[in-house]
């Protein structure tokens, strides 16, 4: 589980990263001074000293540490980042990477419930919300008539803290009233529902792509660019199947792994 951004960072002692009276890089060894770094961060989440999701020390105190500039210490974190080992979340920090959030697809899909299970919080925040005309194909994932009018709920949803998935929903306007006001005071879309009155709804349909990030995803899921989303279309019914949610979801490639459930 990752640490929350009031939790102190680990220094670089003798139990993480070198120890310190061995932490400056060897120079004139014929070895990249960055490449020194990346090699001992490599060994210390290799050997358990750095575990997954633990928070790194800041740029400035580990350029401190190893005795380089900040140029140097970047390039090895870039390296660490290529290898998938590290990740930089804006205005978190940099984190030792954690394995994929496994994320099964079935009948019964909740976002809330996936997350608890595998050991981390979920959270959820509602970022945009307006009344529109259905475009052609939500009108007819919907069963409404053209240019009915459409809830449109956009939230992010994250897993300790950390940006997962950035989903747009549809509903019919008159048959879910208040239903992001509703998501916003809860954090989520399921219990929003429960509050007007529907209690249970179930997949439809499944459809999944992917494509590079744009910039509005690498904003609200804190990306990188050139980074992957993996886009999930699902049609959501009620009881009586009858088409309730659509939804367009775009999940960080590298953070999920989704199950398809038969």
């Known amino acids: 589980m990752s640490p929350s951004d009031d939790t102190p960072v680990t220094s670089l002692t003798s139990t993480t990263l070198a120890p310190q009276a061995d932490e400056d890089v060897a120079r004139g060894t014929g070895v990249a001074l960055w490449r020194q770094i990346t090699e001992r961060i490599e060994a210390d989440i290799a050997e358990g000293r750095l575990t997954p999701g633990q928070r790194l020390p800041t740029e400035m105190e580990m350029a401190e540490r190893f005795g380089v500039n900040r140029h140097t210490l970047r390039r090895a974190l870039a390296m660490l980042t290529e290898q998938g080992l590290v990740e930089a979340t804006p205005g978190r920090g940099t984190f030792v990477k954690e394995a994929p959030l496994r994320y099964p697809i079935a009948a019964r899909t909740r976002f809330s419930e996936i997350v608890s299970s595998e050991g981390r919080a979920p959270g959820g925040r509602v970022v945009g919300s307006h009344l529109e005309r259905a475009s052609p194909d939500i009108a ?98 009620d009881a009586q199947r009858r088409p309730l949610q659509y939804t367009r979801a775009r999940f960080s490639a590298d953070r999920v792994q989704l199950i398809v459930k038969n």
């Open 140 to 237: 007819l994932a919907l069963r409404l008539a053209p240019g009915a009018d459409v809830l449109r709920l956009d939230m992010v949803r994250e897993a300790d803290g950390v940006p997962i998935t950035l989903g747009t929903h549809w509903y019919d306007a008159e048959r879910c009233r208040d239903l992001d006001l509703l998501a916003a005071a809860t954090g989520s879309v399921t219990r929003a529902l429960e509050a007007i009155g529907i209690t249970d709804y179930r997949r439809l349909e499944t459809r999944i792509t992917a494509r590079a990030a744009d910039e509005e995803e690498r904003r609200l899921l804190s990306l990188q660019p050139g980074r992957t989303v993996m886009v999930v279309e699902s049609l959501n019914g």
